[in-house]
């Protein structure tokens, strides 16, 4: 594993997330332009034609699911994500600071294809200090009514999956994969729905 992901993973072992419901969802937001260079985003980069057309598949993948709340990041690329898959449910999401990606300070703008989850950007978070944030976020966000679906960022997925144990396959880091986190025994499992509707196999 890589060494900052590790060091993400201890930091979240210590105080792991006990969500009171059974089953969750999770969608990171569509692709952007800096997604697709690799690039250290700002928080206002938009969704790309490609962004909006997955966004727009997760919501035809999660209408029928029996989502009661949908809790987003207020990023742009989130925010824009979480409108597209609330339409069908009539359910306004409600927006939380929280759930923004990690800041990287004087990175934003460089690449990010060799990123270091342990550094500590100037200007930016630490990774203790996202982590911490994160859970406190994610935690408030699976108290609301269940099912909830949250829409927020790959480092979102990261931290989620560490606080409950759960590993993370470089396929389910996907944009605009939605994710169904449910119980496991006395832990957790997760699938995507993509790869039901399309024939892959669920990845526990």
Not at 182 to 197: H, K, P, T
Request: net charge neutral; glycine share 10%.
């Amino acid at each position: 594993m890589n060494p900052g992901l590790l060091q993400l993973a201890t930091l979240a072992a210590a105080h792991p997330l006990v969500p009171a419901c059974d089953h969750f969802y999770f969608l990171r937001h569509g692709q952007t332009e800096c997604n697709a260079r690799r690039i250290f985003q700002a928080a206002d980069e938009p969704l790309s034609a490609l962004g909006l057309q997955q966004a727009a598949r997760a919501a035809e993948l999660l209408a029928g699911e029996p989502i009661r709340s949908i809790v987003s990041s207020n990023v742009h690329r989130a925010l824009t994500t979480a409108h597209a898959v609330s339409a069908p449910h009539g359910i306004a999401p409600w927006v939380h600071e929280g759930l923004r990606e990690r800041h990287f300070g004087e990175l934003i703008g460089t690449s990010s294809a060799n990123i270091d989850w342990a550094c500590a950007p100037t200007g930016g978070e630490t990774l203790s200090e996202f982590v911490a944030r994160k859970r406190t976020a994610l935690d408030q966000a699976l108290a609301q009514p269940a099912p909830v679906l949250i829409v927020a960022h790959g480092g979102s997925l990261y931290v989620l999956a560490a606080l409950l144990g759960v590993p993370v396959d470089m396929g389910l880091l996907g944009n605009a994969q939605p994710l169904r986190f449910e119980r496991d025994g006395a832990g957790w499992r997760v699938r995507s729905l993509l790869q039901q509707v399309d024939g892959g196999a669920a990845i526990a």
